[in-house]
T-cell receptor, first 115, second 111 residues
Framework: KAGVTQTPRYLIKTRGQQVTLSCSPISGHRSVSWYQQTPGQGLQFLFEYFSETQRNKGNFPGRFSGRQFSNSRSEMNVSTLELGDSALYLC??????????????FGQGTRLTVV | AQSVTQPDIHITVSEGASLELRCNYSYGATPYLFWYVQSPGQGLQLLLKYFSGDTLVQGIKGFEAEFKRSQSSFNLRKPSVHWSDAAEYFCAIQAGTALIFGKGTTLSVSS
């Protein structure tokens, strides 16, 4: 079956702009999580959605937001971009039901560069 | 607070030699632990996971890991490294519905 699909793969934006990233999870998976990966901070959890509801949120400013649609596809938005938002943004999907089914499958990521 | 520490930033191993990557965690309850691998420009691939039971866990690509509660460790091992194993390796702990990752260890393989 198809894996986790993230679009676009690469993005260049200017400071102050906003950006929307998209993630299509594995068919049947209802949980989508987002992570930011930078050389300095490593992999950091942004938020997790399950059945269109945000279940968990990491320690990021309100400029970072997300949503999940009824088909489990998810988008994350970053407003008022800063240079420090340049990162690889990874999406992960899982069934989300029960601890033994929380194996996360990751997409290839969206590389965001803010100039 | 939960945390994961990978003490080695970069390791170089000769092809065919054995490998051990270290991972220490801090967690108040029974941990659910994972090892992921990331090749350049790619996402993360799960190598293995530990939830409970046997403390020696087998994974894909010939990797295994041993959970040692007394040492708060979950070290990754492979008896014979191949050049294709060169990548970045991440240890992670489940915290609710989130994963907390270590900073990663970059593995280089020399011929």
């Amino acid at each position: 079956k198809a894996g986790v699909t993230q679009t676009p793969r690469y993005l260049i934006k200017t400071r102050g702009q906003q950006v929307t990233l998209s993630c299509s999870p594995i068919s049947g998976h209802r949980s989508v999580s987002w992570y930011q990966q930078t050389p300095g901070q490593g992999l950091q959890f942004l938020f997790e959605y399950f059945s269109e509801t945000q279940r968990n949120k990491g320690n990021f400013p309100g400029r970072f937001s997300g949503r999940q649609f009824s088909n489990s596809r998810s988008e994350m938005n970053v407003s008022t971009l800063e240079l420090g938002d340049s990162a690889l943004y990874l999406c992960a999907s899982s069934s989300g039901t029960g601890i033994l089914n929380t194996e996360a499958f990751f997409g290839q990521g969206t590389r965001l560069t803010v100039v | 607070a939960q945390s994961v520490t990978q003490p080695d930033i970069h390791i170089t191993v000769s092809e065919g030699a054995s490998l051990e990557l270290r991972c220490n965690y801090s967690y108040g309850a029974t941990p659910y632990l994972f090892w992921y691998v990331q090749s350049p420009g790619q996402g993360l691939q799960l190598l293995l996971k530990y939830f409970s039971g046997d403390t020696l866990v087998q994974g894909i690509k010939g990797f295994e890991a041993e959970f040692k509660r007394s040492q708060s460790s979950f070290n990754l091992r492979k008896p014979s490294v191949h050049w294709s194993d060169a990548a970045e390796y991440f240890c992670a702990i489940q915290a609710g519905t989130a994963l907390i990752f270590g900073k990663g260890t970059t593995l280089s393989v020399s011929s």
